[in-house]
């Protein structure tokens, strides 16, 4: 329970500080915080993928279905709740209370402040896709707090 404030804490400061409105952010200022917490989840994603333990993924949904399951227990200590396919390497992960987006549940002044809070996942998401063999792009989306999307594209190599 400890670990899970802890990260909690640490993510909400990260997005605080990263994410932090400038006053003069000249072009591409919001963008570039957003990609500075991408990136930093991209690293987490790959050490962490490294220490999962995995198996041989050859199809992808299995390496999807591994995410869902084992990487989101090992991270929000609860399951996906749902994963959608087109069958074509376009996945949807829908997580309908997302730990990290609980908290800003009270209101619905909040949702347009959402992507902060899901730049630094999705990173996790690709960097852990990455160490697993597979080239991703992960986008994500908030239509009600605290529920969330996140779509996977595996891009062939």
């Known amino acids: 329970m400890a670990d899970v404030v802890l990260f909690e804490f ?3 400061e990260m997005v ?3 994410g932090a409105r400038d006053p003069d952010p000249g072009p591409g200022g919001q963008k570039r915080s957003l990609s500075v917490l991408e990136g930093t989840g991209f690293r987490v994603g790959q050490a962490l993928g490294e220490r999962l333990p995995r198996e041989t ?4 949904l299995d390496v999807l279905k591994f995410l869902c399951r084992d990487l989101w227990v090992a991270v929000f ?3 996906m709740d749902g994963l959608c396919t087109n069958h074509q390497g376009t996945y949807v992960l829908q997580d309908n ?3 990290l987006l609980i908290p800003m549940a009270l209101g619905l002044q909040y949702l347009e402040d959402a992507p902060k809070f899901l730049a630094f996942t999705c ?3 690709r960097g852990t896709l990455r160490t697993l063999g597979f080239q991703s792009l992960v986008t994500s989306s908030v239509a009600t707090l605290p529920a969330c999307k996140f779509q996977v594209e595996i891009r062939k190599s």
Do not use: M, T, W
């Open 16 to 18: 605080a500080e990263l």
């Open 10 to 12: 640490l993510h909400a």
């Open 123 to 125: 990173g996790l998401l």
């Open 97 to 99: 209370s997302f730990p």
């Open 77 to 79: 200590q609860k399951q």
């Open 57 to 60: 993924f050859r199809e992808e």
